[in-house]
Structure formats: structure tokens, C-alpha cells
């Protein structure tokens, strides 16, 4: 009987230490670019009040951007945002100019459910691809998943696929999260080479 046990017991061990192997190999690659407790790595422009709060970086007024030092070409950045629902903020990828990041100079992923022209709200690539579901992000976290490899880049918003389309504008830059208006919250920002 103890001799079973013992068996038994190993074999749920094993089990553990196997799942647990997994799901490091699964996670290998990931680069943690911002994890709750500080700002290192980020380069602020502009003069939004950027502050570390309740493990994530928020932002209620000025205007500006927190942007990576470091260029990215093909990737997947993965990350949580929370806005109020007159918000407008994005993420910039691929971007030309890290001392002046724009709509025109880089990929906006968009978060602005209240956009005027909503061809490229929440969850569209701006002047690029528009949604193809609408979701609204106010009032809640929300995940985006941004791949970018070669000229074809795909957004997931929430776990549904939002884009999949191909352009040759921009090729590789840093990436920006920007404070437009409204309260901004951003955590968790993960990103991975391809």
C-alpha cells in the first residue's frame, strides 16, 4: 500500500513539474516591457502626468507619449489598457521619429471609442484598417494583442481579431502609448520578436 502511494505521489509530481515546464517554454521569448513598478525603459515626450499607480502607469492630463528606446520590427506586444469612455490614446508601432510620434509617421493602433469619424476607432489601425467588430473598451480593462510581421499586421482586442491587413509604410521603430484625453491606464506589457 505505501509503496503505491509513493508511486502515485511521483507520478502526480512528475505531472506538476512537467505542466510547469510548459508553461515556461511557452512563455520563453516574452519580454516584460513594463510590469507595475517603474518607468525604466520608457522615454516620456510630451507633458502628460504620467504616475505608477495600483501596478499600472495612468495618465489624466496633458498630452504625450511613453516610448521605447529600443526599434522593433517584427513582433507580438500584448498588453491591458483601461480608459473612460471619453479617452483617446493608442498604441504607436513601428514608429519613424521617437521625438515626434504621430498617426502619419507610425501604426496607430486606435483607442477611441468616441472617435468623431469611427472608421478607425477603438481597435482599428488609423489611415490603415478599420475594426472589422466595434467593440467599446470604456470602463473596463481590456487586452490587445498587436502582431506586426513583415507587411502584415493583426490587432486582437478582447481575444476577437480585429485587423489582419497588409501595408509597407513602416517597417520597424520603437513603441509608443500615448495619453490623448480622458483617464488612461496601461499594464502588463509584454512583447516577443519574431
Not at 83 to 95: L, M, T
Request: hydrophobic share 40%; proline share 3%; net charge negative.
Amino acid at each position: 500500500m505505501r509503496r503505491a502511494l509513493r508511486t502515485l505521489l511521483s507520478l502526480v509530481v512528475v505531472g506538476i513539474i512537467a505542466a510547469y515546464t510548459a508553461g515556461l517554454s511557452a512563455q520563453s521569448g516574452w519580454t516584460t516591457l513594463f510590469d507595475g513598478s517603474t518607468l525604466d525603459g520608457w522615454n516620456p515626450i510630451g507633458d502628460a502626468n504620467w504616475e505608477l499607480a495600483d501596478g499600472a502607469v495612468q495618465a489624466d492630463s496633458g498630452s504625450g507619449f511613453l516610448v521605447t528606446p529600443r526599434s522593433y520590427g517584427d513582433f507580438e506586444l500584448t498588453l491591458e489598457f483601461w480608459v473612460d469612455e471619453p479617452a483617446n490614446s493608442g498604441i504607436f508601432i513601428r514608429c519613424a521619429d521617437a521625438q515626434s510620434v504621430n498617426d502619419r509617421n507610425s501604426y496607430e493602433v486606435n483607442i477611441y471609442d468616441t472617435r468623431a469619424d469611427q472608421t478607425y476607432r477603438t481597435g482599428g489601425i488609423v489611415h490603415i484598417a478599420s475594426p472589422s467588430s466595434v467593440i467599446n473598451a470604456g470602463g473596463q480593462w481590456n487586452s490587445y494583442e498587436i502582431t506586426a510581421r513583415g507587411d502584415r499586421l493583426q490587432v486582437t482586442l478582447n481575444g476577437t481579431q480585429v485587423v489582419d491587413v497588409r501595408d509597407t509604410q513602416f517597417s520597424d521603430g520603437p513603441i509608443a502609448l500615448q495619453y490623448g484625453a480622458g483617464v488612461v491606464k496601461f499594464r502588463n506589457v509584454r512583447i516577443r520578436t519574431l
